[in-house]
């Protein structure tokens, strides 16, 4: 099985993690830009983080054989801090930079008139920039948020198969097939969305442009539970290649939009991912 988990923030998770991920067959992700728990009081702080996303977090990655490649903004949450904010007029020259192949997340947490501004102003970096975006749907009232999520995306103008709408459930999944957006899915231990409930899903609404990921932030949650939600599905009767477009052929569409995927850097990557079962050469020159 080969594993591109395309929403996971890594900065919160252990080496361990990075093992583990590597031997159920992670081979690729995605880190999109979040808050860091503690709220941040100044443009630095941002923009430190985002270097350690371009750089380090990359260079820690590809030591355990794993593509990384992360998403940049200002998250919904600090979007309500006016000495956040401020860092909107740095994201363009983050948005320029290998690696960085979306914009997100943004979206809504508590949906102010300051998340609203912001999120509308991302969605036209993103379109001056040509890249897709990631947006984050609210844990609280997530059906209103959701509708007007979708209102905010229509009327950027971008095309909604360069948007993906995530952390979706029973309740708005339909709502975001019927937009043409891709819809995601988090795959928690315990709250929002398990595996067994991912396959219901699969089951009723298909498997295109649906992305599944293990959101592994600094609340409880488990970095393979895409492997987990793989496992679920073959249990369920879908086919290897069934799982292969879920976990490895769609997270490459979506984020191939912005052009900047670089799968092939790694030895034999671009032939075959059979290349890579029980590889240990990758990992044989780790400290
Ligand atoms: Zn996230």
Redesign the pocket.
């Given at each position: 099985m080969r594993i591109f988990d395309p929403?996971?923030?890594m900065t919160s998770r252990t080496t361990d993690d990075y093992e583990t991920m590597f031997e159920v067959g992670v081979r690729a992700l995605v880190e999109?830009a979040?808050w860091l728990g503690q709220p941040r009081t100044t443009v630095g702080s941002f923009t430190d983080y985002f270097d350690a996303l371009i750089g380090w977090e990359r260079f820690r990655a590809a030591q355990f054989g794993i593509r990384h490649h992360c998403t940049i903004a200002l998250n919904p949450k600090e979007a309500n801090d006016p000495r956040c904010a401020v860092v909107l007029d740095v994201l363009p020259r983050y948005l320029a930079k290998d690696g960085v192949v979306a914009v997100g997340?943004v979206g809504y947490d508590s949906m102010t008139p300051a998340e609203d501004d912001a999120f509308a102003r991302q969605m036209e970096l993103a379109i001056e920039h040509d890249l897709p975006v990631l947006v984050?749907t609210p844990h609280r009232d997530k059906l209103a948020g959701t509708h007007r999520t979708l209102a905010v995306v229509e009327e950027s103008g971008i095309a909604p198969e360069r948007v993906v709408v995530?952390?979706l459930n029973e309740m708005t999944v339909e709502l975001v097939k019927e937009s043409g957006c891709w819809m995601g899915f988090?795959i928690y231990p315990d709250t929002k969305m398990d595996e067994l409930r991912m396959v219901t899903i699969l089951q009723e609404y298909g498997t295109d442009q649906v992305l599944v990921?293990s959101?592994a932030?600094w609340g409880r949650s488990d970095p393979l539970k895409t492997y987990r939600t793989g496992q679920q599905m073959l249990e369920a009767g879908f086919t290897e290649d069934e799982v292969d477009k879920v976990l490895w052929r769609n997270p490459v569409d979506f984020y191939g939009q912005s052009g900047r995927l670089a799968l092939d850097e790694l030895p034999g990557f671009a032939s075959s991912a059979d290349t890579f079962a029980g590889n240990s050469v990758l990992r044989g020159g780790r400290q």
């Open positions: 929403h996971i923030h999109p979040f997340e984050h995530d952390h988090s990921n959101a932030d």
